[in-house]
């Protein structure tokens, strides 16, 4: 079976940088992705990172450390439409299903 | 990315009823994930669509409850049974990805609220 922890919510202001946590337990996973949803949205992909080390995006970077069983999103230049939950996700080995994380809110303010 | 197109796109429903929701892909996947998101909570997995073969469910949920058909390569549909509030939840559809394996595209869900 697999579990993710992340943490429950996190406030910053604007311009801040912020890092959500992801640890997770699995016996076998191609990679470790992000997603983005705000309130009354879908999920919407942000990064995917098949080996260890830094994806970045734009504002976003992603990590995983396999041997750490372990990842993180980073948040740069934090701005208020970045306020949303973000879940991370492991791919699972046979048909490529994706199990989320419980989720962290991110909550911008001026 | 796909253009997935989920109906309905919100519903109340009365305890004991079913209600079919349905996912349209603008072009031909493998795969079809079905998701239920709870109020405030994460994404959890339902069941597996394939083509041609009966779906493949997830620990904790079972046929009778949430039959799935996949008649094509662009169309599936999820059904809720004898519903109960627990069941109030967003229902989303995922084709399998065409891409990186991690980048999934999710239609816009279906919010069910059960009387």
């Known amino acids: 079976g697999q579990s993710l922890e992340q943490p429950s919510e996190v406030t910053a202001v604007e311009g801040a940088i912020v890092q959500i946590n992801c640890t997770y337990q699995?016996?076998?996973?191609?990679?470790l992705s992000w997603y983005q949803q705000h309130d009354g949205g879908a999920p919407t992909f942000l990064s995917y990172?098949?080996?260890?080390g830094l994806e970045e995006t734009g504002r976003f970077s992603s990590f995983l450390s396999r041997s750490d069983s372990y990842g993180y999103l980073l948040l740069q230049e934090l701005q208020m439409k970045d306020s949303a939950s973000y879940f991370c996700?492991?791919?699972?080995?046979?048909?490529?299903?994706?199990?989320f994380g419980k989720g962290n809110q991110v909550v911008v303010i001026p | 990315s796909a253009v997935i197109s989920q109906k309905p796109s919100r519903d109340i429903c009365q305890r004991g009823t079913s209600l079919t929701i349905q996912c349209q892909v603008d072009?031909?996947?493998?795969?079809m994930f079905w998701y239920r998101q709870q109020p405030g909570q994460s994404l959890t997995l339902i069941a597996t669509?394939?083509?041609?073969?009966?779906?493949?469910?997830e620990s904790g949920f079972v046929i009778d409850k949430f039959p799935i058909s996949r008649p094509n390569l662009t169309f599936s549909t999820l059904t809720v049974s004898n519903m109960s509030p627990e069941d109030s939840s967003i229902y989303l559809c995922?084709?399998?990805?065409?891409?990186?394996?991690?980048?999934?595209?999710f239609g816009e869900g279906s919010r069910l609220t059960v009387l």
């Open positions: 996700a492991v791919i699972l080995y046979g048909n490529n299903r994706l199990a």
């Open positions: 990172n098949a080996l260890d």
């Open positions: 072009s031909q996947v493998t795969m």
């Open positions: 995922s084709p399998s990805p065409s891409g990186s394996p991690g980048e999934l595209f």
């Open positions: 699995t016996s076998g996973f191609y990679g």
């Open positions: 669509a394939n083509q041609g073969s009966e779906a493949t469910y």
